[in-house]
C-alpha cells in the first residue's frame, strides 16, 4: 500500500465501550489482589481470591472484541505497517516501564533478593529481553519467570503475537473459518486445563505453550463476538456486570478446577464482553469507568516490582494477620497510586509525543503526494 494514501484520520481512535473499559479496570485491580494474597496463600485453595489469574483471559477476550471493532473497517486502508506502530505506542511504553521498574526492584530491594550471585551480563541480557520482548526464563530469585523482571510481560507477549497473527491472517478470514479456529482453540483450553488440572499456566517456561491456548480461545472469541454482532442489550450496568465479573475470581480453587476454568473461560467471558457491549451506563459512572479503564494496563504492567518487596519482606518477617492485612491494604492503594502517576507523568505523554510525530509524518507524506500529482 502507497503510505501517501495514509491519513492521519484513519489513524484516529474510535468511541470506547465506557462499560468494557471499565470493566478491564475491575480485573487488573483483581490481578493485583491475586498477586499479594498469592504470597500469604501459595495454596491457592485457601486463597479467597484464587481465580484472580482468570482476569488474563477475560483481557484476551476483550482485547479481541476491541481490535476486531478498532482495526477490521479500517486496517487494509492504514496499512499493516501503521497497524503494528498502532500497538507499539499503544502498549510498549509501559512493556519498557515496567521492566525497568522490575530491575530497580530487583537490585534494591530492602527486604531481600540476591542480585550479586548473578553475573552483571546475565543482568543486562534479562533485562534487555524483559524490554524487547524476548521469553527468557532463567532468574531463580524471579520464579523463572518468562520476563524475568516484569511477570505479567508474559501476557503482553502473547498479546503481540496475537496482534501479528490478526494483521496478517484474521483481518482478512471469513467468520467461518473463524469460528473452525476458536471451536479448535476451545478444545486446546479444554486439554491444557485437564492436563494440567488448572489453567494458570503460561508465564514460565515449562508452561509456555498453556499461554498460546489460553490467548487463541479468548482473543478469537471476542473478535468473533464483534464480527458476530453478539450484543446483548440489558440494563445491568457496570455496577452489575462488575459484581459478575468479581465472581468468577471468587469461585473457590479446587480439584475440580480442571473444569470450572474451562466452562468460566469458553462461556462466562465471552458472555460479559456481549453484555458489557450492550449494557446502558448511567451519566454519574462514566467517569469512573473511563478512570477504570486508563489505568488498568498502567496498573497491570507496574505493580509487580512492588509484589516483589512485598513477597521478600513477607517471606522473611512473617508479620501477624492484623499487620499483614494493613500491609496488603496499604500496598494496593500504593500500586494504584503509583499506577498513575505512571500514567500521567509517563505513558499518556510518551504516546502521545509518539503519535503526533506520526501523524505529523503522515500529513507530510500526504501533503507531498498531492503535490508530485500536481506537478
Keep these: 500500500m502507497d503510505t501517501n494514501q495514509t491519513s492521519p484520520t484513519i489513524l484516529q481512535t474510535k468511541q470506547h465501550f465506557e462499560i468494557l473499559d471499565g470493566l478491564r479496570g475491575v480485573a487488573a485491580l483483581a490481578v493485583v489482589i491475586f498477586h499479594f494474597m498469592e504470597w500469604v496463600y501459595t495454596d491457592l485453595s485457601k486463597n479467597f481470591i484464587g481465580h484472580g489469574f482468570l482476569a488474563v483471559d477475560f483481557f ?7 481490535i476486531g471493532y478498532a482495526y477490521d473497517d479500517r486496517i487494509a486502508k492504514m496499512g499493516v505497517l ?3 506502530k498502532s500497538r507499539i505506542i499503544r502498549l510498549h511504553p509501559l512493556v519498557i516501564a515496567g521492566s525497568v521498574l522490575g530491575l530497580l526492584a530487583f537490585l534494591f530491594d530492602p527486604f531481600g ?11 543486562i541480557l534479562a533485562f534487555l529481553c524483559s524490554v524487547l520482548l524476548i521469553p527468557f526464563p532463567v532468574i531463580a ?12 510481560s508474559w501476557s503482553l507477549f502473547w498479546e503481540y503475537i496475537a496482534n501479528i497473527v490478526y494483521a496478517f491472517v484474521l483481518c482478512k478470514i471469513k467468520r467461518s473459518y473463524l469460528i473452525l479456529l476458536t471451536i479448535i482453540s476451545a478444545m486446546a483450553i ?21 499461554g498460546c491456548a489460553r490467548i487463541s480461545y479468548s482473543f478469537l472469541a471476542g473478535l468473533l463476538i464483534y464480527r458476530s ?10 455496577v452489575g456486570l462488575s459484581i459478575l465479573l468479581f465472581l468468577a475470581f471468587l469461585i473457590p480453587f479446587s480439584t475440580w478446577s480442571w473444569l ?21 451506563l448511567t451519566s454519574g459512572l462514566k467517569k469512573v469507568c473511563v478512570f477504570s479503564g486508563k489505568i488498568s494496563y498502567p496498573l497491570y504492567m507496574t505493580h509487580y516490582a512492588v509484589l516483589w518487596m512485598f513477597g521478600n519482606y513477607y517471606t522473611n518477617h512473617k508479620p501477624g494477620n492484623m499487620q499483614l492485612t494493613f500491609i496488603i491494604i496499604a500496598g494496593i492503594i500504593l500500586v494504584v497510586g503509583a499506577s498513575y502517576l505512571m500514567m500521567v507523568l509517563y505513558d499518556i505523554p510518551v504516546r502521545k509525543y509518539l503519535n503526533d510525530r506520526r501523524n505529523d509524518r503522515l500529513a507530510k507524506q500526504k501533503a507531498d503526494g498531492v503535490l508530485s500529482q500536481q506537478d
Design 229 to 238: 454482532n453478539w450484543i446483548i442489550k440489558n440494563k445491568l450496568g457496570f
Design 113 to 123: 533478593g540476591d542480585p550479586e550471585s548473578y553475573s552483571t551480563s546475565k543482568i
Design 60 to 66: 484476551f477476550c476483550l482485547s479481541g472484541f476491541v
Design 190 to 210: 479444554c486439554f491444557v486445563s485437564y492436563r494440567s488440572g488448572n489453567l494458570l499456566g503460561g508465564w514460565s517456561g515449562p508452561t509456555f505453550w498453556d
Design 141 to 152: 530469585d524471579r520464579g523463572f519467570n518468562l520476563f524475568s523482571f516484569n511477570a505479567p
Design 82 to 84: 501503521e497497524f503494528f
Design 260 to 280: 470450572t476454568e474451562p466452562l468460566i473461560v469458553l462461556f462466562f467471558f465471552p458472555l460479559l464482553i456481549a453484555l458489557g457491549a450492550g449494557a446502558n
